[in-house]
């Protein structure tokens, strides 16, 4: 019998890049990869815990996955997991916990079902057999030395654009964050392995890749930072692009900006702001205060022009007032920011801010995150007309969002979804058939996308199919 298997990951890049790597795994092992609303034998749930709501729909997925297919087994990992496996278990006897720190065990799993279940029996006893085998016998060896770093994924099924994970965990301990206490302290790939594995990505045609972890501003391989790790990479490999996922406010310096000038690195920035606010900031024990993150975002600008650049922000933080707030909107107002995520503030259990007072009312940090989320298509409409008419590189996608069995249906024929290489996602006309997913292609943008003033609303944040129509280029 061959096993079907669904993924559905919640939260970030990293977790995605973990997803793809296990997917991978069951695809090697004989395994259909299918989507999550077809059904399956067995899901994947790959779980977030950065927020309540995160959690919500964590436990909603589980309960939909076990209702849409009975007799079905649902493996629950990632960081909720890892901090609240108790209420997870207690959900059906059917989804099994696997806690974020063993998650690349998960990885030895597709394999172990392929030689030993075979489609004989309850999955669920095959599971539960695997589960408790883990720690008596050699399985997850391989996973077990490489740790952390095990996901490596050889093919992507949700992303045309892979990534590379360098850094797990973080050092830090933010007053509203508990991410750090899910993944732990911050541990780092060593450059050479880095290195390794991205000549296997260009050696496999791949035009870029997303360096991704918790904070890869913490990135420590001996006396390398992350300026010197991007630097080996770069000299170690001659045609593939350099995307950077995150990166710390106050660790933009002389250094960073030095490579990050780089042709090869991709004109894009996200960064974790949170707050405008001093006061905020310093109640959040970030790292940083405002005139950092302006002082940043000239400096980024100097060193890549007219980059796309992001950045979150929490807003209702504990004790933020309307003058607080003020400052938010005007430090984002002035950074010009082409895309920002806002979050309305989520108390999380073990963390200082879980107790801090006074709470600001939900209703007030909703309207804060409206307002947020106003600037943010402001923002991003205003840096869609500054790009139309220039020729951009873009990375193509599948048919649909990003190669993702889940997104629309089929393109119309000559029609494609791509990345450009700052960050704007085009509808592409023209591209020949002999394109194919991951190619890299220059195009010229032409208008705005309609799905942009329409983006829908999900939990809060806003999605945009597609930011601008552009049309293949072949010069």
């Not at 949700?158 to 732990?184: E, M, T, W």
């Not at 894009?268 to 001093?278: E, R, Y």
């Not at 309207?367 to 840096?383: H, K, M, P, Q, T």
């Amino acid at each position: 019998m061959l096993l079907s298997v669904a993924f559905r990951t919640l939260g970030c890049k990293l977790n995605q890049l973990e997803s793809e790597s296990l997917a991978d795994a069951f695809r090697q092992a004989g395994a259909r990869v299918t989507s999550f609303g077809e059904g399956a034998d067995l899901f994947i749930v790959n779980t977030c815990t950065v927020t309540s709501k995160a959690e919500q729909k964590a436990r909603r997925t589980i309960r939909s996955a076990l209702v849409s297919r009975p007799g079905s087994v649902v493996i629950v990992t990632g960081c909720y997991a890892q901090m609240d496996s108790a209420s997870i278990s207690a959900l059906n006897e059917r989804a099994i916990v696997v806690p974020g720190d063993e998650k690349a065990l998960v990885l030895e799993l597709a394999g172990w079902l392929a030689e030993r279940w075979q489609g004989h029996g309850d999955l669920l006893d095959a599971v539960i057999e695997w589960r408790a085998g883990l720690a008596v016998d050699a399985m997850g060896k391989a996973c077990r030395e490489e740790g952390r770093f095990a996901f490596k994924p050889e093919i992507f099924s949700f992303h045309s654009r892979p990534a590379l994970k360098i850094q797990d965990g973080c050092d830090n301990r933010c007053s509203y964050c508990r991410v750090c206490l899910a993944r732990g302290p911050s541990v780092s790939l060593g450059t050479d392995k880095a290195l390794e594995r991205v000549r296997v990505l260009e050696e496999a045609g791949r035009a870029e890749v997303i360096l991704t972890g918790v904070n890869i501003s913490q990135f420590r391989d001996g006396g390398r930072g992350f300026p010197e790790l991007l630097s080996a990479l770069i000299a170690g490999t001659s045609t593939i692009s350099f995307r950077i996922s995150s990166f710390e406010p106050e660790r933009i310096d002389d250094g960073f900006l030095e490579v990050f000038a780089h042709p090869r690195v991709r004109p894009h920035a996200h960064l974790p702001v949170q707050s405008g606010s001093d006061a905020v900031l310093a109640r959040m024990a970030r790292a940083y205060r405002r005139d950092k993150v302006f002082a940043g975002v000239e400096a980024l600008r100097k060193a890549k022009g007219d980059l796309f650049l992001a950045a979150d922000f929490i807003a209702g933080f504990p004790g933020e007032t309307e003058a607080d707030f003020a400052d938010t909107l005007e430090l984002a107002g002035r950074c010009g920011f082409a895309w920002i995520h806002a979050f309305p503030f989520s108390p999380r259990p073990g963390t200082r801010a879980q107790s801090m007072l006074p709470r600001v009312p939900e209703r007030v940090a909703g309207e804060r995150v409206d307002a947020l989320n106003d600037l943010a298509l402001s923002g991003r409409s205003a840096y869609i007309g500054r790009w139309i008419g220039s020729t951009v590189d873009a990375v193509l996608e599948g048919h649909g969002r990003g190669g993702d069995p889940e997104g629309p249906g089929e393109a119309r024929e000559a029609e494609r979804f791509g990345t450009s290489a700052n960050y704007l996602k085009l509808r592409i006309d023209g591209v020949p058939a002999t394109r194919g997913a991951g190619d890299q292609i220059e195009c010229r943008i032409l208008s705005p996308e309609h799905h942009l003033s329409g983006a829908a609303r999900e939990e809060g944040e806003l999605i945009a199919m597609a930011d601008a129509r552009a049309s293949f280029s072949a010069h």
